[in-house]
């Protein structure tokens, strides 16, 4: 049976006409990056060139602006918890009509007229589902996907957890005679995208169009322009890796560590070291302007990592969100002492 809010996204792409106005607003990692490339490829198709927006969770304050710049008829985001800023969808909806495919928490329902709004989360509660993997089963309702297989794999790896995703991560490893797929050469694409997005070689929107144009993941593991920024990183990767293990601070099962980088590599360190530290709570954190930006990750499942920072933050001056597994927040400087008192008390035993 086809749940509801699945049918209704498989309808809103179907109608679709061609040469619509079209924006896509896609979360800015591996996850958004593959999601968004998997529907260029379907609105190709249609003779849709949409617009592409990458966007941070929450969402930069000029987003509306740039929206407004060029009022299009449909609006699709991707990975995006955009429920957690509902008044952009409110802002929106009264010229553009809406699709957000996502896989956080749910925060609010926000179908209504001219709101499409899919999370698997919906019919099967606590699932985890990337969207990558959402957008590749959507998108096989519509049109034959079987060679864009690998796009929505590197997707999934990239957003790491694959425990309920397992049909295609069966059908993956059948195709591409991989037996794991985090150690196969389509976690090495999902390590290069998010090299080349930490280091500023290209922009998530020209990775995504890299992606679109690729005739088959060979494309991608021999471009250059992926291949230098993925071998620079990976260097800066073990180094910092050396120093996690020397100067991070443990209290009970938090793992602190203040990483200094020239890359933007909290959220890739996190993932790389808490697989080592399954029963820790591992926050990787630096300080960026009078902010202070942290990305956390317990892979032994025993805290909620979303609850947790939501809470820990509360009456604070902060964002904060994501995954069980996997959550970030950022705070005000001025707020790290009492941040670290609260997370201490709460889970530092």
């Not at 379907?42 to 927006?53: G, N, Q, R, S």
């Not at 079987?146 to 049909?167: C, F, P, Q, R, T």
């Not at 250059?224 to 990183?233: L, S």
């Not at 025993?302 to 609850?307: K, T, V």
């Amino acid at each position: 049976m086809i749940a509801m809010y699945f049918k209704n996204a498989v309808e809103f792409l179907r109608n679709l006409k061609d040469n619509e106005d079209v924006i896509i607003i896609f979360n800015n990692d591996a996850d958004g990056i593959t999601s968004c490339a998997m529907m260029m490829k379907y609105l190709a198709a249609k003779k849709i060139k949409p617009y592409i927006i990458s966007q941070p969770m929450p969402p930069d304050k000029n987003l509306m602006r740039r929206i407004q710049l060029s009022l299009p008829k449909k609006v699709i985001f991707l990975d995006m918890a955009i429920d957690q800023e509902s008044s952009i969808v409110k802002k929106l909806k009264g010229y553009s009509s809406i699709l957000v495919v996502d896989h956080h928490k749910i925060f609010m329902d926000l179908n209504e007229e001219g709101v499409v709004h899919y999370n698997p989360r919906f019919d099967e509660g606590d699932v985890y589902k990337s969207t990558a993997y959402l957008t590749y089963k959507l998108l096989s309702e519509l049109m034959a996907m079987e060679d864009h297989l690998w796009i929505s794999a590197v997707g999934m790896i990239g957003d790491y957890n694959l425990e309920n995703s397992k049909d295609l991560v069966e059908l993956t490893k059948k195709k591409y005679d991989v037996k794991d797929l985090h150690s196969s050469f389509l976690a090495k694409i999902a390590h290069m995208i998010e090299s080349a997005r930490s280091s500023k070689s290209l922009t998530c929107e020209e990775i995504t169009e890299k992606m679109l144009a690729a005739k088959s993941y060979d494309d991608i593991l021999n471009l250059d322009e992926m291949i230098r920024p993925y071998e620079e990183v990976q260097k800066e990767i073990e180094r910092i890796k050396e120093d996690f293990d020397k100067n991070a601070e443990i209290i009970g099962i938090l793992m602190l560590y203040n990483i200094k980088s020239k890359y933007n590599l909290s959220s890739a360190i996190s993932t790389i070291v808490s697989g080592g530290h399954k029963n820790k709570i591992v926050i990787v954190y630096e300080k960026k302007g009078n902010r202070i930006k942290m990305s956390a990750r317990n892979q032994g499942k025993n805290f909620d990592l979303d609850y947790l920072l939501k809470k820990v933050t509360k009456g604070m001056r902060a964002s904060a969100g994501g995954h069980k597994m996997a959550a970030g927040a950022v705070i005000e400087e001025n707020d790290w002492d009492l941040f670290k008192k609260r997370l201490v008390a709460i889970a530092g035993k």
